[in-house]
């Protein structure tokens, strides 16, 4: 085993790494022989914590140069304006000098307008450009056979933020797990979309979408730019007495090939035996609706916001993955946000 000190600040430093290095570091410290592991992790922090070396900044005959221009057009700079608040003084001494007048004659003869008639009372103002009004949103159209919402509340988390919160917090009820508040999530592998913008603009357009069907609607966040952790989350759908939690995300994995659609559901919690099966309906549903693959349901305790909404029907969904090409094209299309809100709109309504 490692030295306690060295193994305390491996876990500090493992706590402030984005999740996708802390799970690289942990698959390459799982892949070592259990020999090997004190010393990788003592020669890590060691790393870690090492000062970085500067370079002792190199002369460069040009610096000599630019530094006397800069100077000179200082100099002439303050002469100039030396000049300029006393004009009048040195121009009289230079006139004085070469036998000129002190100073120039002034015209005191009245000045004649060109303006015939008499003095304008008023006078014209600029005409504003009118600008043009922003134009309001078409509504999001509902489907002749859409379901019945009334009466249920739904509370509909757009996975991430724009800024990280690496403050540690409860992951698991009950229990010493800790995770990261909130982090921005995956990037489109080609697209550059981020995942924290997009599942805003989903959770936006199913708000719209299940509203229109009856249900009473609820977002976690409406901005990207806000500080609400994952057990935040949890609590506003929990304080809501909400009928469903729906959570919103486009995730990244390892392995580029991996696409599709998953569903995460708590492994605790009152629902925790009809969890997997309702999973697998709203993951088939999704995939169907958008043209992808069905990943499944999977009952996990990784997930804060899930572990912490167990009391009520809660759900990760992962819309697919931006980590994929061809997943990452089909999520910046409009039409297939169009598409989950309806998905999800029929699963609630079964």
């Not at 000129?100 to 103002?125: K, N, Q, Y």
């Not at 009928?243 to 995460?264: E, M, N, Q, T």
């Not at 094209?329 to 039409?335: D, F, S, V, Y």
Request: with cysteine; aromatic share 8%.
């Amino acid at each position: 085993m490692p030295n306690q000190d060295d193994l305390s600040k491996f876990k500090q430093i493992i706590a402030k790494l984005p999740e996708e290095k802390r799970k690289l570091l942990y698959k390459r410290l799982h892949s070592l022989p259990a020999s090997e592991r004190e010393a990788y992790i003592s020669e890590f922090v060691k790393k870690f914590y090492a000062p970085e070396k500067k370079e002792a900044p190199k002369k460069n005959p040009a610096q000599s140069i630019i530094l006397g221009f800069i100077v000179a057009l200082f100099v002439v700079g303050v002469l100039y304006f030396v000049y300029v608040f006393n004009k009048e003084t040195l121009d009289g001494k230079f006139n004085e000098a070469f036998g000129l007048p002190a100073t120039e004659p002034i015209d005191t003869s009245p000045v004649m307008s060109d303006i015939a008639g008499p003095e304008p009372r008023h006078f014209p103002t600029d005409t504003p450009t009118p600008v043009p009004a922003t134009p309001t949103p078409a509504p999001i159209k509902l489907k002749e056979d859409h379901p019945d919402l009334t009466g249920l509340v739904i509370v509909i988390d757009p996975g991430h933020q724009a800024e990280y919160d690496h403050e540690l917090e409860e992951a698991i009820p009950g229990t010493s797990a800790e995770k990261e508040r909130a982090t921005p999530g995956a990037v489109g592998v080609v697209s550059g979309a981020k995942e924290y913008e997009l599942t805003l603009h989903y959770a936006l357009i199913m708000k719209e979408y299940l509203e229109g069907c009856g249900a009473e609607v609820i977002l976690t966040r409406e901005d990207n730019d806000v500080n609400i952790s994952n057990f935040e989350r949890a609590l506003i759908a929990v304080d809501n007495n909400a009928d469903f939690f729906i959570r919103l995300h486009a995730d990244s994995a390892p392995d580029s090939d991996i696409s599709g659609v998953k569903v995460y559901v708590p492994s605790t919690g009152k629902f925790k035996s009809s969890a997997p099966s309702d999973g697998e309906d709203l993951a088939e549903k999704v995939a169907e609706a958008i043209g992808s693959t069905s990943l499944g349901a999977v009952q996990s305790n990784m997930y804060t916001g899930l572990n912490h909404a167990d009391t009520i029907k809660s759900y990760q969904l992962v819309i697919g993955y931006l980590s994929n090409s061809a997943d990452d094209a089909l999520l910046g299309k409009e039409e297939t946000a169009y598409n989950v809100a309806v998905a999800v709109s029929e699963f609630l309504g079964q």
